[in-house]
């Protein structure tokens, strides 16, 4: 069973940065790929980025690319969501998710996922 735990949320303006962070606890970090996904106010929840166990490969939501970058490091059980150029579209409380498959951008993929952090980007 795997714990996961973000951190890193808050409010910015349009334009800044933002890093996420998000903790795992319970299991074998390494074997684990993972995900990030939000959900605004009355959407669904939205694949944002994943990275295989290595790290080595990425995946990233459309509406992301080219402004976020997804990382980890197993020896600290991390992994974090480098957040550039946010936009108010970005608002949205953000996920961190895990399985043990990697490259998964679909939420009913990922069997565990952490409580969330809220990020709010002001124009």
């Known amino acids: 069973q795997v714990q996961l735990v973000e951190f890193g949320g808050g409010s910015v303006q349009a334009g800044d940065s933002l890093r996420l962070s998000c903790v795992a606890s319970?299991?074998?970090?390494?074997?684990?790929?993972m995900g990030w996904f939000r959900q605004a106010p009355g959407a669904e929840r939205e694949f944002v980025a994943a990275i295989s166990w290595s790290g080595t490969r990425t995946w990233y939501g459309d509406s992301v690319k080219g402004r976020f970058s997804i990382s980890r490091d197993n020896a600290k059980n991390t992994v974090y969501l480098q957040m550039n150029s946010l936009k108010s579209e970005d608002t949205a409380v953000y996920f961190c998710a895990a399985d043990e498959g990697f490259g998964r951008t679909k939420p009913n993929e990922y069997a565990y996922w952490g409580q969330g952090t809220q990020v709010t980007v002001s124009s």
């Open positions: 319970g299991g074998t970090f390494r074997s684990y790929g």
